[in-house]
């Protein structure tokens, strides 16, 4: 019976191109309409480690979320089976290369000891032999798993043969051969697998070629498994999709906003949105020019910011991407900006810490860092977006915050958001405004920190017949030094109170959103990617009569004390979750720190790897039935 | 725009004597000799006595945090390449806490003029060693003699790849306003150093230390520091280097290397994108209609299409 949704794990060392078989499946799925969400895991490694693709497709809606266990298993390589054993669930699918049968688990060098010991313990607990065929035998016996084996050397050998293919490139193939298993299981048809091979290669049709015979040579392998793991016939009424990463859509969100100027030191997980923004750097369509873009590559993450807030000052929109510890090196620059009232947006992926921690795994534990960085007090604005959709949106609003009240503005996201590939429906550009707050003319009586005003018209460097001065140290309102202890209480005064301003007047939908009903028996409150698996859950929790609401908190400082409050008080404080990704579930202490409120219960997850539904519906029912305070969650490779 | 004096009317608080002075007197008359318009130029400094120096000249000043100066002139320049944008920071600016953004500058010849203020010491923090002190040197402000080999600006500047590198000295007022006026005129990353006593921390390179010692380049006959043809810039940039190094009983001062071989980097950006500098990043149109985005719903689809996806219900 066709399904409603599916999951699945591709696997194998990095660099051998799982990346290219989900990018390949995900596009070939949105082609017909399905809904596709594929996080990506990865360790700090070039070649050989294992990686891995954890994906999620639905017939029924674009997925949020990500669930164990999974309905298919695609091995490239003997670690993939090892490492997910407990990630299938029952009756699922596992392809694997029938060259890697004999391999046992002490063969594998690429397998962390650590890991490898937990999967021995594991094993001999279950009775199984650390051999891929012991292991695929106890799949096929106490799960009832269809173990599908395909000889990867034979399928290259018969490519080779019939193409000619320089044997030391045979391994590009192994890609095609996961796209081709898993579109075989789905039933899949050829002709969207055609088309996304197209795409991937485009202007390459001797690749789509080959690959589209790799296809018809692994049909034929494993023809009694066609259609198998069907999915229904989509119910999305979607007619175009974007698939692209949250890196993707953030650099389109800048772009879109305005940006002309964008500096970043190569980090995880950040640099890649810089890449694609330097790929549309100008643009001309319909006779309209569209930029230029600076994209800048600088000598450290100090001259990243610095350079930032120097394009600011020339009236140009401009931001910085970074990581954690890039973060950290910025944030001298950051108090500058904060004296000195310039409008620049730091996008900040954050990721596994401290120091390099887990350079390519997701987490949520430098809110507060975001929120306190920085020597001295200054207004500056904390935005965090919980989803593709928000984060396009956010990326552009940025701009207009950081213009429209003069302060440095912190978009705040992670990994797993950077890094997860999703269907999204297109932007609807006509919600979309710019402000650029107040611009002076300038003149010969201009006074770029003007007092008269909490917001000081900007007048930008170059603005004809005006000058204008900045200092880091304390400053009249030309800008020139003055440590006048009155001067000092009206100028600090004046650069503080726009945080209340802020608060005023940015819309409630820019701070929060709440999801589900209406009377809420518990409330769920998260930031950033916990959105997506906390309204999943809601809904699943409603099936067991678990009536929950989720307060998706966006805007993060200044903290919305006073509708975070309102929202609190209408449900006992002994029903209220607090889910993030961390050991300090942080969002929880900077409720109480805003509004006095102490949330006892929590979930928090720190492996690095994302919260996946299963999970979360139960941690919240051991919290919301058996009366846990807190559940720290571990699942994931 | 002009200017009713090159010169604010604050008071200057360098000591007296200082070589600062000196700085200042020839940025102003060099300013003031080409006519620069005030708005369209931006002085970016650093932190120290000589970062001070944006609050005393009439033309927009940028004083920014320790080191970074240059990073910040980046951003300026590249997002309004119409701006004349000058950096002034001390020794321990540039070539401490900044030496990588100072050897970066030259590695992008990027069109901005950085003017070093090097008097061997930190002055605000009371005289600590920079990194152009002598090892061995005690200044009266050590409380051992200095520990660290110093770097050589000149050499440095050449090999990292500044394409007009000069040195003057704080008190020749005359001859160091016209190095300014020829590294601001000149295309590409320039840099002088300019030796500059401090009177109140540094009693071994004194203006009287210097005063016996420098000499012109400029006037010796058979110094030709610039390099026309990409084949001349090996031989030249060597001879600078090597003149770089004489210090002690003679120092020159004057114009080391110029090199008129390389491109800049406004001009490498011009190469990839046609309208830059024309329609530079703080010039160009990001709205339309007042408040809507420049990219409406069709043009987002034609610029973003390889992420869109048509989808076929079959």
Redesign the interface.
Known sequence: MPREGLSMILGGPQGAGVETSMTVLA?AL????YGVIADREYFSNITGRHSYIHMYVSAKSLPRSLRYPVDILAAMDAETVFTHIDDLGERGYVIYDTGVLQKKLDEIPSMEDVTKNRVREELRRLGVEPVVEDVLNFLRDSKGAGIIGISFADVLKTLMTKHKVDPRRASRYVSGIIVSAVAVLLGL?EE?IRWSFS?QFAGREDLVAQNMDVLKFVEERMRSFRGVASLE??S?S???????TGN?VVA?GK????L??Q?YYPITPAADESFTIEK????E??G???????V?Q???E??AI?????????????ATATSGPGFDLMV??LS?AGANEVPVVITYYQRGGPSTGQPTRGSQSDLFNALFAGHGEFARVVIASGDHEEAFYDA?EAFNIAERFQVPVIHLLDKFLANTVK?VP?????K?????GDISS?GLNYKRFDLSKLISPRA??????????????EHDEL???VEDPENRVSMYSKRIEKMDLILRELPPERKFSLHGIDKPDFLVVGWGSVKGVALDALETLEKDGLKGAYLNLKLLWPFPLDDVSKILSSVSLDRVIAVEHSYGVQIARLISMGTGMRIRKTVAKFTGRPITLDELVDALKRILLNNVDRVVLKHGA | MVPRSYKTDLWIDWCPGCGNFGILTAVVKAFEELGLDPSKTVIVSGIGCSSKIPHFVNVNGVHTIHGRAIAFATGIKLANPELTVVVHGGDGDLLGIGAGHFVTLGRRNLDIVVIMHNNGVYGLTKGQASPTLPMGVKTKALVKPNIQQALNPIALAISAGYTFVARGYAFDSEHLKNLIKMAIEHKGAAFIDVLQPCVTFNDVFTAEYYRKRVYKLDEQPEWNPVAEKPEERVEKMIKAIEKSFEWGERIPIGIFYIDKTQSTLEERYSQRIPLYPSIHPAKSNITRDVDKPLIDNNMFEKIFKEYIVDVEHI
Do not use: Q
């Not at chain 1, 549309?280 to 643009?283: L, M, P, Q, R």
């Open positions: 596009r949105a082609r017909r309409g048809d969207s795409i016939k989509p999305n979607y007619s175009k999709l974007m698939v692209a993707d389109m772009i879109v906003g305005g002309r100027y500096s549309y750097e100008f643009s369509v319909d309209v020019s569209v930029g230029p873009i600076i800048m600088t000598e450290d100090i001259a610095c350079s930032a807030i120097g394009a600011a000052l020339t009236g140009a929109r401009s001298e620059g500058w552009i269907t297109l932007p609807d550009l006509n979309v405004k710019i402000f650029r300038g930008f460097l170059g603005t004809p017949d005006t000058v204008m001065w900045y200092a880091g140290d800008g020139h030094i």
